[in-house]
C-alpha cells in the first residue's frame, strides 16, 4: 500500500465528523483513496480488438485452443419464449426461443490492465470462432443460425457467451389416437456438423429447459421439457448432439364443446325418428337432415386430422359409427313408410274391387226388378186393348202411354234402399273386422328399431368417452 493509500486509511479510520455532509464527504474521500478509477476510452478498445482480431493473430476457422489436440466443450441452455404452432395436419412442431453457449476461447484472453481495464467486448459473430450448430429434424433451412446477429460477450479471462435465438420448426411423428384429449411429443435436435466428438462437445449445465421468459399456449400445456446429450453417429464419425424434448397435451374444451357434443346430440336425435309418426309424413326428411349434419361434423373433423396418420384417432371410428348408424335409421325409415303405404295400396285396390262389385250388383238387382214388374204390365195392356176393342166394335183406337213410370217407381225405390241398407250394413262390419296388418309390422319395428339402436349407441358412446379418459 502506497503512502497516499496509508495516510487516507488512518484518516478514515480516525476521523471524528458528526454532520451528514461531512460522513458523505468522507465516504467519498476513503473510496478515492483505495479504489482510482481509470476510463476506458474508444482507442482502449480499438486496440483490443486490433489486437486480438487482426488476421494475423486470429482465425475464426480454427478452433479457439492453443493446444488443438484438447477438446472445445460448449455449455448450452435453452429458453423457450413460447410454442408457436404444433400442426396435426402438417405434422410439425415451431417452438421459438434462444440458446446460451458458453466457452473459453483461449486465443481472445488479455490482460486487462494493458487496456485501461477494458473487460468486456463485443464482436461481431462472424469475426470469432463460434460452433456451427445445425437444426437436423427442420421443416426449412438447417443452417438456422447462418445470419444470426446474436450478441457476444468476451470478457478478459477468454470466456464467451453467444445467445442466438431464432424460430425452430422441426418435424414431429404425433400420435393421434387419442385426439382430442391427446399428449405429444416433440424434438428439436441441435447437433455441430463441423466438428467431432473428439474436438468439440456438449455440456448442459441442466435437464431442464429453461422457462424464465415462456408465456403458455393457448391451445397447448407443457407438461414437461428435458436437455439431453447423445452422440451422432454418421457411419465416418461422431458428433456432439442437444436434444430438446417437449411433452405436450392438448386442451380439449373447444374441440367438445364445437365439434365432438354436436356430432352426439345430432347421433342421439337421429334415433328419436322412431318416435315420429308415419302418418306425419316427416319420417323420411327428419332423418336425411340428420345424417347430413353428421356428415358435415365428420368432415370438420377429418379436414384438422393428418391424411397420412400411422396411428387411427378413435374419434373417427367413433363418429363412422355413428355415421354407419344413421345411415341404418334412414334404411330403417324406409321400410317403415314403405310397409305404410303398402297397406294403403292394397286397400285402394281392395275398395275399388267392392265397388266395382256394389255396381254391377245393383246392375243385376235393376235388371231382375225390372223383368219381375215388365210380365204384368204386358198382361194388363192385352186385357185393356181387347176390352177397347170390345167396346168399340173393333175400331183401333189410339194407344195411350202406358204403363205410366210413376207408377214403377215405389217398388223400385223400395227395392234399391233396401240393397243400399245392406250394403252399408255389410260395410261396416267389414270396417270393424278389418285390421291394417302393414301399419301395425311398421309400428312394431319403429320400436324395436328405437330399443336396438338406442342401446348400441349409447353402448359406443361410454366406450368411446371411457377409451378417451383412460391413457
Known amino acids: 500500500m502506497t503512502s497516499e493509500n496509508l495516510k487516507g486509511s488512518y484518516v478514515c479510520h480516525n476521523s471524528r465528523m458528526t454532520s451528514k455532509d461531512s460522513v458523505f464527504k468522507l465516504v467519498l474521500f476513503c473510496i478515492s483513496m483505495f479504489y482510482k478509477a481509470r476510463?476506458?476510452?474508444?482507442?482502449?478498445?480499438?486496440?483490443?480488438?486490433n489486437d486480438k482480431l487482426s488476421s494475423v493473430n486470429y482465425r475464426s476457422e480454427l478452433r479457439p485452443l492453443l493446444d488443438q489436440t484438447r477438446v472445445i466443450n460448449v455449455t448450452v441452455e435453452f429458453f423457450l419464449l413460447s410454442i408457436v404452432e404444433l400442426s396435426d395436419v402438417a405434422q410439425s412442431f415451431t417452438a421459438n426461443g434462444f440458446l446460451t453457449l458458453h466457452w473459453t476461447d483461449e486465443i481472445l484472453a488479455w490482460d486487462f490492465t494493458r487496456y485501461n481495464q477494458t473487460r468486456v467486448i463485443h464482436p461481431l459473430s462472424e469475426n470469432i470462432w463460434i460452433p456451427k450448430i445445425l437444426l437436423m429434424n427442420t421443416l426449412n433451412e438447417r443452417d438456422i443460425f447462418a445470419d444470426n446477429k446474436a450478441p457476444l460477450f468476451i470478457n478478459s479471462s477468454?470466456?464467451?457467451?453467444?445467445a442466438p435465438g431464432s424460430l425452430f420448426p422441426t418435424s414431429c411423428q404425433l400420435k393421434m389416437t387419442k385426439y382430442p384429449m391427446d399428449e405429444q411429443t416433440c424434438t428439436i435436435f441441435l447437433s455441430a456438423m463441423t466438428h467431432s466428438v473428439k474436438e468439440l462437445r456438449f455440456l448442459v449445465p441442466s435437464t431442464k429447459v429453461r422457462?424464465?421468459?415462456?408465456?403458455?399456449?393457448?391451445?397447448?400445456?407443457?407438461?414437461?421439457?428435458?436437455v439431453t446429450i447423445a452422440d451422432l453417429d454418421t457411419g465416418v464419425t461422431s458428433m456432439s448432439s442437444v436434444r430438446l424434448k417437449f411433452t405436450l397435451k392438448r386442451r380439449p374444451q373447444f374441440l367438445f364443446i364445437n365439434i365432438l357434443l354436436p356430432a352426439v346430440f345430432l347421433s342421439f336425435l337421429n334415433i328419436m325418428v322412431f318416435v315420429i309418426p308415419v302418418e306425419s309424413g316427416e319420417k323420411i326428411s327428419y332423418v336425411i337432415t340428420v345424417q347430413m349434419a353428421l356428415s358435415v361434423f365428420l368432415s370438420m373433423v377429418s379436414s384438422m386430422l393428418p391424411s397420412s396418420s400411422l396411428t387411427m384417432p378413435t374419434v373417427i371410428v367413433y363418429l363412422f359409427i355413428l355415421l354407419i348408424i344413421s345411415m341404418l335409421t334412414v334404411i330403417d325409415s324406409i321400410i317403415t313408410v314403405h310397409l305404410y303405404h303398402l297397406e294403403t295400396k292394397e286397400d285402394l285396390q281392395q275398395k275399388t274391387k267392392e265397388q266395382f262389385k256394389r255396381a254391377a250388383d245393383k246392375v243385376v238387382s235393376i235388371k231382375k226388378i225390372m223383368s219381375a214388374i215388365s210380365k204384368p204390365e204386358v198382361n194388363d195392356a192385352s186385357s185393356v186393348t181387347t176390352a177397347t176393342s170390345t167396346a168399340t166394335g173393333g175400331a183401333s183406337l189410339p194407344r195411350p202411354n202406358y204403363p205410366d213410370p210413376a207408377l214403377l217407381q215405389p217398388p223400385l225405390y223400395a227395392e234399391e234402399k233396401e240393397i243400399n241398407e245392406l250394403l252399408a250394413a255389410f260395410k261396416s262390419v267389414s270396417a270393424i273386422n278389418h285390421v291394417n296388418k302393414y301399419k301395425v309390422v311398421g309400428q312394431h319395428v319403429d320400436t324395436v328399431s328405437l330399443v336396438v339402436f338406442l342401446a348400441v349407441w349409447v353402448a359406443v358412446t361410454i366406450g368411446f368417452f371411457i377409451d378417451m379418459t383412460v391413457s
Open 158 to 162: 477468454g470466456s464467451v457467451t453467444w
Open 39 to 49: 476510463a476506458q476510452t474508444y482507442s482502449d478498445g480499438l486496440k483490443l480488438l
Open 211 to 226: 422457462l424464465d421468459f415462456y408465456t403458455r399456449h393457448g391451445e397447448w400445456d407443457l407438461l414437461s421439457s428435458s
